[in-house]
């Protein structure tokens, strides 16, 4: 079977490889989209922080496919379903677990780097990992389905946003894309901010959906602040951006008693000034990968049309050349490149 795997820092090849076969609690599931998302890009650059990651190993842990063979003893899954999978798999014994806290298992792995992934024709899977498609949701749609489970736990199940708040979403990676998605549907008043990087493709790609963005290294945050909340300050901002001046200018702007929810992975020490947080009373809350729930809200709100992966997906990098998908996510040009290995 076709697969891509990486082979060094940002070093990838196309290989073939022999097709899994499932053991007896197992599927096989042929993949028909995958996506890459910020966590892949960093893999892909073996940054700090990925460099437990063996290599080589198959990438890819956002994907939706096809069951088409099952092992002797399962039961829940049939062939033919539509699926997507749980890449963060959790042990179901620690106490997080057994406490409903599984996102945050203490012995979790993670489809497509503690083990090989979906960016090949076919990969196996226990099938507790793996929740059906709605019919109206396609393969190609269904693929985002994990970032969009992410997006979830974060505006529904780790922030305070009600209608009508005042939001600021910092950074227009596939995950603020989602965040700024779901709390604009919630009737939240919602600004996405980036860099000069992303006012090429991805801001305007957002103001073109109705999403108000602004270009923080050409347009001044502290006058939009001004002029949006009457210097009040945003009652939420969810940093999606994974770097430590997201946290840092996020508390700047949220207003007294209002609340920061750190999504993306800063790679290095944040310098956090906490006396204004504390005399503010703002709450700063993390939102770590997502539940079964969240999965289920994301595949819910793709079958309802609340989020569109036509909106945010960009088909046109073939499998054959992936390097160009990773360079072109890493230069901005793009939100969310999506693999397609059902040619």
């Known amino acids: 079977m076709k697969q891509i795997v990486q082979t060094g820092p940002e070093a990838v090849e196309v290989q073939e490889g022999e097709q899994p076969t499932p053991g007896p609690n197992e599927v096989l599931v042929r993949v028909h989209t995958a996506g890459l998302c910020g966590s892949d890009a960093h893999a892909y650059k073996y940054e700090g922080g990925y460099e437990w990651i063996p290599i080589p190993r198959i990438m890819g842990h956002e994907y939706s496919g096809e069951v088409v063979e099952v092992g002797d003893q399962v039961t829940s899954i049939r062939e033919g379903q539509r699926v997507v999978e749980e890449p963060i798999h959790h042990c179901g014994e620690c106490f997080q677990c057994r406490n409903g806290q599984e996102n945050v298992c203490q012995n979790f792995s993670i489809t497509g780097m503690h083990r090989d992934g979906a960016y090949a024709e076919y990969t196996v899977v226990e099938p507790h990992h793996l929740h059906p498609i709605p019919d109206s949701v396609s393969l190609s749609h269904a693929a985002i389905t994990e970032p969009t489970s992410i997006a979830t736990r974060a505006v529904f199940s780790q922030s305070d946003v009600t209608p009508g708040d005042q939001v600021l979403v910092e950074g227009p990676g596939p995950i603020g894309v989602l965040v700024a998605s779901i709390a604009d549907s919630m009737g939240a008043?919602?600004?996405?901010?980036?860099?000069?990087?992303?006012?090429?493709?991805?801001?305007?790609?957002?103001?073109?959906?109705?999403?108000?963005?602004?270009?923080?290294?050409?347009?001044?945050?502290?006058?939009?602040?001004?002029?949006?909340?009457?210097?009040?300050?945003?009652?939420?901002?969810?940093?999606?951006?994974?770097?430590?001046?997201?946290?840092?200018?996020?508390?700047?702007?949220?207003?007294?008693?209002?609340?920061?929810?750190v999504v993306g992975l800063p790679g290095e020490p944040s310098n956090v000034f906490m006396t204004p947080v504390v005399r503010g009373e703002i709450d700063i809350n993390t939102s770590y990968g997502s539940t079964w729930s969240n999965f289920e809200q994301a595949l819910r709100l793709m079958e309802n049309g609340t989020i569109d992966a036509d909106d945010i997906v960009d088909t046109s990098f073939s499998t054959s050349n992936p390097a160009r998908a990773f360079e072109a996510f890493l230069n901005s040009e793009v939100i969310k490149p999506v693999f397609s290995f059902a040619d």
């Open 189 to 261: 008043n919602v600004l996405l901010s980036g860099l000069g990087q992303d006012a090429k493709s991805r801001l305007p790609q957002m103001r073109r959906l109705g999403i108000d963005t602004i270009d923080v290294e050409s347009h001044s945050l502290e006058d939009e602040v001004d002029s949006r909340t009457n210097g009040g300050g945003f009652d939420v901002v969810f940093d999606t951006t994974g770097h430590r001046s997201g946290v840092e200018t996020g508390i700047d702007v949220t207003r007294k008693g209002g609340q920061v929810v």
